[in-house]
């Protein structure tokens, strides 16, 4: 429908019921208006996968690898088809909106949710997010570029006040949102932070550069509840606040347009941006809501979801180990807790509940299933909170199937509603008329003897007990409004008890609710801790004994998750110790780094090869076998320049001074910041190796450009190896002489080729104008300033093969 008609429907429509558009109806849903032909539309999060309205373990969905794996591919195609898989995962689950991609930037090494960000780079965030969103919106599913803008950390997020000049917000962090208007997206989510002393859910940046000077012609939603005013964001460019139906706008946004405080008019510009996308999302006069029979992954999407996995590996070490030759295997040892429990996907509001999730361990054992021994050694605890009870460990005490009972009570301890589920971890329960308190039960068949640790999560009054012992009895009070704390990761507070290994307890956990703070409730458990002398011992002794060794090392849970910045970058627990010990025992020691950011890796020069996997999604285990036994080289990239330890980082800052974040780095993060500070990191922006080695035989680079055109670096490069691989060849700029600050160094642009053995090609990389032009803030626009640039081509920001001059005119 075109805005005529567009414009039609609203004039059918009374204030009143125009206003009930533009909040929520309820959680995930905008509200529907039958008399126009509006139905409601579907929200839900991502970008690891497509939740649905409701936090189900029953209701299961494909896990894609984290939003920092995507950024790693640099393959614009693959995360294209990623983002086309999303979508069909959106029409199953009949979702319209996926609140996907995060377009924030590691800005600092501490981040919390650099999983859900793509990288360090305005650049390479831009074109990773950009191909995401063709892909979600290529099948008629919205996507929604967050967190506009300046939300790069998580320290008191929900008021921070973040401080950037002019020039800093347009080159580096707006940058990428300017990318997915270009790219077209349909949605931009404004954050809850400030801005130069502004919530973003009333800046002026929303009309200026967002709506005007790009043209954005979508709709600008809030975070949810990231609205607290009512006539300030109603005078905004802000066009849809969520969830509902409760909100700051309502009756009140129709009181103050009666008071003449915010215009009518810009009422309607909000509710005809809400009906553009409707009629995107086939919600707008149409009889068919897009909705497909729920069904399991196809064979082909996981084979999609296996090669991400291995398209995004970074190879950061490599002292020809890899790739393992299987036909030389006979015995070998896996090592680490993360090698049977891998982290997956980070903690927050992406998160999803998927089935079949492959761990590394299964996928070594699959590969060398009838060929080679594989010896599985845990090795010390790292140290993570105990895990929510599931089918794995428990029943349920009514039914006897495997998982736990959930009951709903009202004041009294009558049953309101009670069903058995899966898992522990129940974030939105069902609640009856007169809901008082939310109980989870189990029978728990200890395998092993010794000394248990339970927890219970939640706000309020909780209680819990085995059988009919109190462990816990008190009050936990929130000391956070953030919305992922509350209503995802709520805080767990643990106790101990000693357990008879196979004599079944009965463990009962109850939370009474508590107005305002959610229905999450967990109940989780965690078997004694071995002895780490004696498991670090165990694991040598592995080690030791095999032809190779494979150690997967990783964060906790709760170590890198929404709402949470990091205290620092160590692995934790006894990792760091057992890596060196096992790389002591057997030089030939592969170490896997299941993080979703960058952590210190004191030992990395003692291991044989070193494999980053990220979070790398439900095929984990399947895709990291196809990249150890070589039947897929790793393709990955650094997105995101990695430290030796936390003290060489020259940005860390994450949280603000009496409410306020200043930027004072300006341009400089990333690997401009360590080239300014003259350090040498552990590995640099772009960096990964492959399989095979590469020869940069010639560059061609025109002499001259005139300034506003985009011009072509021709790069000539051979596979000097025995085998085929896959290039990415990087461009970087520098202006020695400037009149303006600059960066050191910038990256420009990448392409890629692959190539057989002994074969050459030739790898094309266009550099855009906006690579070239600088936002001067005295004459409010762009500029490009005339006069000779230096280019950089290379594989990693400080990996340079070749440097020459474009004169720009």
Same mark, same amino acid.
């Given at each position: 429908?075109?805005?005529?008609?567009?414009?039609?429907?609203?004039?059918?429509?009374?204030?009143?019921?125009?206003?009930?558009?533009?909040?929520?109806?309820?959680?995930?849903?905008?509200?529907?208006?039958?008399?126009?032909?509006?139905?409601?539309?579907?929200?839900?999060?991502?970008?690891?996968?497509?939740?649905?309205?409701?936090?189900?373990?029953?209701?299961?969905?494909?896990?894609?690898?984290?939003?920092?794996?995507?950024?790693?591919?640099?393959?614009?195609?693959?995360?294209?088809?990623?983002?086309?898989?999303?979508?069909?995962?959106?029409?199953?689950?009949?979702?319209?909106?996926?609140?996907?991609?995060?377009?924030?930037?590691?800005?600092? %090494?501490?981040?919390?949710?650099?999983?859900?960000?793509?990288?360090?780079? %305005?650049?390479?965030?831009?074109?990773?997010?950009?191909?995401?969103?063709?892909?979600?919106?290529?099948?008629?599913?919205?996507?929604?570029?967050?967190?506009?803008?300046?939300?790069?950390?998580?320290?008191?997020?929900?008021?921070?006040?973040?401080?950037?000049?002019?020039?800093?917000?347009?080159?580096?962090?707006?940058? %990428?949102?300017?990318?997915?208007?270009?790219?077209?997206?349909?949605?931009?989510?404004?954050?809850?932070?400030?801005?130069?002393?502004?919530?973003?859910?009333?800046?002026?940046?929303?009309?200026? %550069?967002?709506?005007?000077?790009?043209?954005?012609?979508?709709?600008?939603?809030?975070?949810?509840?990231?609205?607290?005013?009512?006539?300030?964001?109603?005078?905004?460019?802000?066009?849809?606040?969520?969830?509902?139906?409760?909100?700051?706008?309502?009756?009140?946004?129709?009181?103050?347009?009666?008071?003449?405080?915010?215009?009518?008019?810009?009422?309607?510009?909000?509710?005809?941006?809400?009906?553009?996308?409707?009629?995107?999302?086939?919600?707008?006069?149409?009889?068919?809501?897009?909705?497909?029979?729920?069904?399991?992954?196809?064979?082909?999407?996981?084979?999609?979801?296996?090669?991400?996995?291995?398209?995004?590996?970074?190879?950061?070490?490599?002292?020809?180990?890899?790739?393992?030759?299987?036909?030389?295997?006979?015995?070998?040892?896996?090592?680490?807790?993360?090698?049977?429990?891998?982290?997956?996907?980070?903690?927050?509001?992406?998160?999803?509940?998927?089935?079949?999730?492959?761990?590394?361990?299964?996928?070594?054992?699959?590969?060398?299933?009838?060929?080679?021994?594989?010896?599985?050694?845990?090795?010390?605890?790292?140290?993570?909170?105990?895990?929510?009870?599931?089918?794995?460990?428990?029943?349920?005490?009514?039914?006897?199937?495997?998982?736990?009972?959930?009951?709903?009570?009202?004041?009294?301890?009558?049953?309101?509603?009670?069903?058995?589920?899966?898992?522990?971890?129940?974030?939105?329960?069902?609640?009856?008329?007169?809901?008082?308190?939310?109980?989870?039960?189990?029978?728990?068949?200890?395998?092993?003897?010794?000394?248990?640790?339970?927890?219970?999560?939640?706000?309020?009054?909780?209680?819990?007990?085995?059988?009919?012992?109190?462990?816990?009895?008190?009050?936990?009070?929130?000391?956070?409004?953030?919305?992922?704390?509350?209503?995802?990761?709520?805080?767990?507070?643990?106790?101990?008890?000693?357990?008879?290994?196979?004599?079944?307890?009965?463990?009962?956990?109850?939370?009474?609710?508590?107005?305002?703070?959610?229905?999450?409730?967990?109940?989780?458990?965690?078997?004694?801790?071995?002895?780490?002398?004696?498991?670090?011992?165990?694991?040598?002794?592995?080690?030791?004994?095999?032809?190779?060794?494979?150690?997967?090392?990783?964060?906790?849970?709760?170590?890198?998750?929404?709402?949470?910045?990091?205290?620092? /970058?160590?692995?934790?627990?006894?990792?760091?110790?057992?890596?060196?010990?096992?790389?002591?025992?057997?030089?030939?020691?592969?170490?896997?780094?299941?993080?979703?950011?960058?952590?210190?890796?004191?030992?990395?020069?003692?291991?044989?090869?070193?494999?980053?996997?990220?979070?790398?999604?439900?095929?984990?285990?399947?895709? /990291?076998?196809?990249?150890?036994?070589?039947?897929?080289?790793?393709?990955?990239?650094?997105?995101?320049?990695?430290?030796?330890?936390?003290?060489?980082?020259?940005?860390?800052?994450?949280?603000?001074?009496?409410?306020?974040?200043?930027?004072?780095?300006?341009?400089?993060?990333?690997?401009?910041?360590?080239?300014?500070?003259?350090?040498?990191?552990?590995?640099?922006?772009?960096?990964?190796?492959?399989?095979?080695?590469?020869?940069?035989?010639?560059?061609?680079?025109?002499?001259?450009?005139?300034?506003?055109?985009?011009?072509?670096?021709?790069?000539?490069?051979?596979?000097?190896?025995?085998?085929?691989?896959?290039?990415?060849?990087?461009?970087?700029?520098?202006?020695?002489?400037?009149?303006?600050?600059?960066?050191?160094?910038?990256?420009?642009?990448?392409?890629?080729?692959?190539?057989?053995?002994?074969?050459?090609?030739?790898?094309?990389?266009?550099?855009?104008?906006?690579?070239?032009?600088?936002?001067?803030?005295?004459?409010?626009?762009?500029?490009?300033?005339?006069?000779?640039?230096?280019?950089?081509?290379?594989?990693?920001?400080?990996?340079?093969?070749?440097?020459?001059?474009?004169?720009?005119?």
């Amino acid at each position: 429908m075109d805005d005529e008609g567009i414009d039609r429907l609203i004039g059918m429509l009374s204030l009143e019921r125009k206003v009930r558009l533009l909040t929520g109806a309820t959680t995930w849903r905008t509200a529907g208006e039958p008399g126009i032909g509006l139905r409601e539309m579907v929200t839900s999060d991502g970008p690891a996968g497509v939740r649905g309205e409701a936090w189900d373990e029953r209701r299961t969905s494909l896990l894609l690898p984290s939003a920092s794996a995507l950024g790693a591919m640099w393959d614009e195609e693959l995360v294209e088809r990623l983002g086309r898989l999303l979508a069909t995962e959106a029409a199953r689950k009949g979702v319209d909106v996926v609140l996907a991609p995060t377009l924030n930037l590691h800005r600092s %090494p501490l981040g919390g949710r650099h999983f859900e960000c793509f990288s360090e780079d %305005p650049e390479l965030t831009g074109r990773t997010g950009a191909a995401l969103i063709r892909g979600i919106q290529a099948l008629g599913v919205a996507a929604t570029a967050k967190h506009y803008v300046g939300n790069d950390s998580e320290t008191d997020r929900l008021t921070v006040d973040v401080r950037a000049s002019e020039r800093t917000l347009r080159e580096v962090y707006l940058a %990428p949102f300017e990318a997915a208007v270009e790219a077209g997206v349909w949605l931009v989510m404004a954050g809850y932070n400030a801005v130069s002393g502004t919530t973003m859910t009333a800046s002026p940046l929303l009309a200026e %550069p967002l709506k005007g000077e790009w043209g954005f012609d979508g709709v600008a939603v809030s975070d949810w509840a990231a609205v607290r005013s009512t006539e300030e964001t109603g005078r905004a460019a802000l066009d849809l606040a969520m969830p509902g139906p409760d909100s700051r706008w309502g009756p009140s946004l129709v009181r103050v347009v009666k008071d003449g405080l915010v215009p009518e008019e810009a009422v309607d510009e909000k509710v005809r941006r809400l009906l553009r996308l409707a009629g995107r999302v086939g919600a707008l006069g149409s009889r068919d809501p897009r909705r497909v029979p729920a069904s399991g992954a196809s064979r082909d999407d996981r084979a999609l979801l296996r090669r991400a996995v291995s398209a995004g590996c970074v190879l950061l070490r490599n002292d020809a180990v890899l790739p393992l030759d299987r036909a030389g295997l006979s015995t070998v040892a896996v090592v680490g807790v993360h090698a049977a429990s891998p982290r997956v996907q980070g903690g927050g509001s992406a998160g999803v509940f998927c089935s079949g999730a492959v761990s590394p361990l299964a996928g070594i054992r699959a590969r060398l299933r009838g060929r080679a021994r594989v010896v599985y050694e845990p090795g010390p605890a790292p140290g993570a909170p105990p895990a929510p009870l599931g089918p794995d460990r428990c029943t349920d005490p009514v039914s006897g199937a495997p998982g736990v009972r959930l009951r709903v009570l009202d004041a009294a301890g009558r049953e309101l509603y009670a069903e058995h589920r899966l898992s522990g971890r129940q974030l939105e329960p069902d609640l009856p008329a007169g809901a008082h308190t939310v109980e989870i039960s189990a029978v728990l068949r200890p395998r092993r003897a010794g000394e248990w640790t339970f927890g219970v999560g939640g706000f309020g009054r909780m209680t819990l007990t085995v059988d009919d012992r109190t462990l816990l009895d008190g009050e936990f009070p929130a000391d956070t409004d953030d919305p992922a704390v509350v209503h995802v990761t709520p805080p767990v507070h643990t106790a101990r008890t000693v357990l008879t290994a196979a004599r079944p307890v009965r463990v009962v956990a109850r939370r009474e609710l508590v107005p305002g703070r959610g229905r999450a409730t967990v109940v989780a458990a965690a078997p004694p801790e071995p002895d780490p002398v004696t498991a670090l011992k165990d694991a040598v002794r592995a080690a030791r004994d095999a032809d190779i060794a494979i150690v997967v090392v990783g964060t906790t849970e709760h170590g890198e998750t929404e709402g949470h910045d990091r205290a620092g /970058l160590s692995l934790g627990g006894h990792q760091d110790e057992l890596v060196r010990a096992v790389a002591a025992a057997n030089p030939r020691t592969v170490v896997v780094v299941n993080s979703g950011g960058p952590v210190e890796l004191p030992w990395h020069r003692e291991a044989g090869a070193v494999l980053l996997t990220w979070f790398p999604g439900q095929e984990a285990g399947a895709g /990291l076998a196809d990249v150890l036994f070589g039947l897929a080289e790793p393709g990955g990239r650094l997105p995101t320049t990695w430290a030796a330890s936390l003290a060489d980082a020259p940005v860390t800052a994450t949280r603000p001074v009496d409410g306020r974040l200043d930027y004072t780095e300006g341009l400089h993060i990333g690997h401009r910041a360590w080239l300014r500070a003259g350090r040498e990191p552990a590995y640099w922006f772009g960096h990964g190796l492959g399989y095979t080695t590469w020869e940069y035989e010639a560059v061609e680079v025109p002499g001259r450009v005139t300034a506003g055109e985009p011009f072509t670096v021709r790069v000539t490069v051979r596979n000097t190896g025995s085998r085929a691989g896959r290039e990415v060849v990087q461009v970087y700029l520098s202006r020695p002489d400037s009149a303006v600050e600059r960066p050191e160094r910038w990256f420009a642009g990448y392409a890629t080729v692959r190539v057989e053995a002994g074969r050459t090609a030739s790898a094309e990389v266009v550099v855009g104008p906006r690579a070239l032009r600088h936002w001067s803030e005295a004459d409010r626009g762009w500029a490009t300033e005339p006069g000779p640039y230096r280019i950089t081509v290379g594989r990693s920001a400080g990996d340079t093969r070749w440097e020459g001059t474009v004169s720009i005119t």
